[in-house]
């Protein structure tokens, strides 16, 4: 018998298999040890919250300082007035208390100190707080002793590799399994040039299988099945074609990268901003206009960073470090946040825009928005949701007919509206009147 190669095949193929899972597991123990790191770093750093001289609650400090001091004040960086961390350790405790209790006062009787911070921050009038006790001062004072803490982030989640599946990246699980099925495909090769080997060397013959006819030489000999299969390709082309022809300019689902990341889950869903204060223009407009950087820095003046759990969220979820973000707002708008003031050098923002009907068709959000008080989300879905936005309707006009044949019309303390509903209500039978029997499928009504 002639001899056979790959007689030790088995024993390749366990040590093979024993090195990719001492390689996985390396990386499973490794990933563990840097997140429980990761949380000892989180848990030592929360620990740490010094008080000025052991003196005041921080935690009851901190809801305090939002109530009173966070719309001019930060713990870490200046905003309308100075940044307010370690401030114990600058000035007596005692001149604290009149300060922050009566600035002006304090001021007026001619204080060197608080003179010199009433110019140096040009002479804006700090408001007065009387009704804080000295315990309420030294919770405040506590909370503005807390060190900064630095969230860590998960290299693995969001943009830094893939989620994770139980700790484990997901890309490193389907690098294992697709090492494993490269392993069992050259096995299965192995073992199959094996057993032809052992059978040559044996003399065993094999039994040749007998020709058959091509698929498709038997599919073009018959001419029942080349017919049908031409109804059906001619059909299934003209299916597509007219699917194909009906999608030209419905842009449903767009949604673009703009150059300057907006979430409206947070500002319309989590902070529940109203839709209409940043476009305010949709309550007397045709347009619903895109709202000026001065309404943005109407919020982001004092809002220079967001919460710590905040930017974890962006960069984990969504890849986007808010924070960068709001220095690309400042820079847009000319704002310098050193000095807390306008330099007059802006840069226009262009904006993508995503709603676009034809110049033929005409839309009035007053018309819809204040007269017939419809939701934005009605038209636009449910945006507070949206994390980038994007077109939710189709915008057709077939949608749009649809809609003004449910919609009923609120005619409810409208004078203008009695006679004509009336009459019309007399006309169809119908105790409410839709849109659509209100006229609302003339042609004119939407186009010109």
């Known amino acids: 018998m002639q001899k056979v190669k790959f007689t030790n095949l088995s024993s390749i193929v366990s040590f093979l298999l024993l090195a990719v899972l ?5 990386n499973i123990l490794a990933q563990e040890q840097a997140t429980s790191d990761a949380q000892n770093v989180t848990e030592e750093a929360a620990a740490e919250t010094p ?3 052991g003196v005041g609650d921080a935690a009851a400090g901190k809801a305090l300082f939002n109530a009173n001091c966070a719309a001019c004040h930060k713990l870490y960086k200046k905003a309308t007035g100075p940044a307010l961390f370690g401030v114990s350790q600058k000035y007596d405790r005692n001149w604290l208390y009149q300060w922050i209790t009566n600035s002006q006062e304090l001021i007026a009787s001619g204080d060197a100190q608080a003179v010199a911070i009433f110019e140096e921050y040009n002479k804006s009038v700090m408001t007065a ?16 002793d807390t060190e900064k803490t630095v969230t860590p982030i998960d290299p693995n989640i969001g943009g830094g590799g893939g989620e994770n599946v139980g700790g484990i990246s997901t890309g490193l699980v389907l ?20 057993l032809k080997k052992i059978a040559s060397a044996n003399g065993v013959v094999y039994e040749e299988k007998a020709k058959r006819t091509p698929i498709w030489k038997a599919f073009v000999e018959n001419q029942f099945m080349v017919f049908v299969s031409a109804i059906f390709l001619l059909l299934a082309s003209a299916y597509f074609m007219y699917g194909y022809f009906m999608q030209v300019g419905v842009d449903q689902g767009y949604a673009p990268v703009q150059p300057i990341h907006y979430s409206h889950r947070i500002h319309a869903g989590l902070n529940e901003i109203d839709c209409k204060y940043c476009h305010s223009s949709a309550r007397k407009s045709k347009h619903s206009g895109i709202p000026s950087l001065n309404v943005c820095m109407n919020c982001h003046k004092n809002i220079a960073a967001v919460s710590d759990d905040t930017q974890a969220e962006g960069l984990n979820e969504y890849g986007v470090d808010y924070n960068k973000e709001i220095q690309k707002l400042y820079k847009a708008a000319g704002w310098d946040e050193a000095t807390q003031s306008y330099t007059g050098e802006t840069e226009p923002v262009k904006w993508v825009r995503i709603h676009n009907l034809p ?5 009035n959000h007053s018309q819809h928005v204040t007269v017939a008080g419809v939701d934005c989300q009605k038209c636009h879905g449910p945006v507070e949701e949206m994390e980038i936005l994007e077109q939710y309707s189709p915008l057709t006009m077939g949608w749009c007919i649809n809609c003004h044949r449910e919609t009923n019309v609120n005619v409810a303390g409208n004078e203008y509206y009695e006679e004509i509903h009336e009459q ?17 499928l003339e042609c004119g009504k939407c186009h010109y």
């Open 22 to 26: 001492l390689t996985c597991t390396n």
């Open 51 to 53: 008080a000025a001289e």
């Open 129 to 144: 707080f009387p009704g804080l006790s000295t315990t309420d001062i030294d919770n405040i004072l506590a909370y503005t």
């Open 175 to 194: 690098g294992g399994l697709a090492l494993v099925l490269g392993l069992l495909i050259i096995m299965l090769f192995l073992v199959t040039n094996t």
């Open 359 to 363: 110049d033929f068709a005409y839309f």
């Open 424 to 440: 019309l209500s007399k006309k169809y039978g119908v105790d409410q009147l839709t849109v659509a029997q209100m006229g609302g």
